[in-house]
């Protein structure tokens, strides 16, 4: 089974950057796909950004779009979220997920980082 987990959450002013990273270990070559998700406070849990394994493909949510990067190191096994032009509504809790197959179609996620984004 795929493990997760997050690094790199912090209290940052608007417009500062901070980059997650999400470091898999345990049945990688099994990966799919990742993506981060994010809840804020009072929120339900939404999509953030997704990257393909294989052929790279990268999936943005339209409030992140230009300002956030997602991308990953193979070698590494860790996926990166590149976060700039920070806005308070970015303040979340920031979790990473994996979509792997082994028997069945799985997906796990990490424990979240929390990001905090003052005016």
């Known amino acids: 089974q795929v493990q997760l987990v997050e690094s790199g959450g912090g209290s940052v002013q608007a417009g500062d950057s901070l980059r997650l990273s999400c470091e898999a270990s345990?049945?990688?070559?099994?990966?799919?796909?990742m993506a981060w998700f994010r809840q804020g406070p009072g929120k339900e849990r939404e999509f953030v950004a997704r990257?393909?394994?294989?052929?790279?493909?990268?999936y943005y949510a339209e409030s992140v779009k230009v300002r956030f990067t997602i991308s990953r190191d193979d070698a590494e096994n860790t996926v990166y979220l590149q976060m700039n032009r920070l806005k308070p509504e970015d303040t979340a809790v920031y979790y990473c997920n994996a979509e792997y197959y082994t028997d069945f179609w799985q997906d796990s996620w990490g424990q979240g980082t929390q990001d905090t984004v003052s005016s």
């Open positions: 990257i393909t394994w294989g052929a790279v493909n990268t």
């Open positions: 345990g049945g990688t070559s099994t990966i799919y796909a």
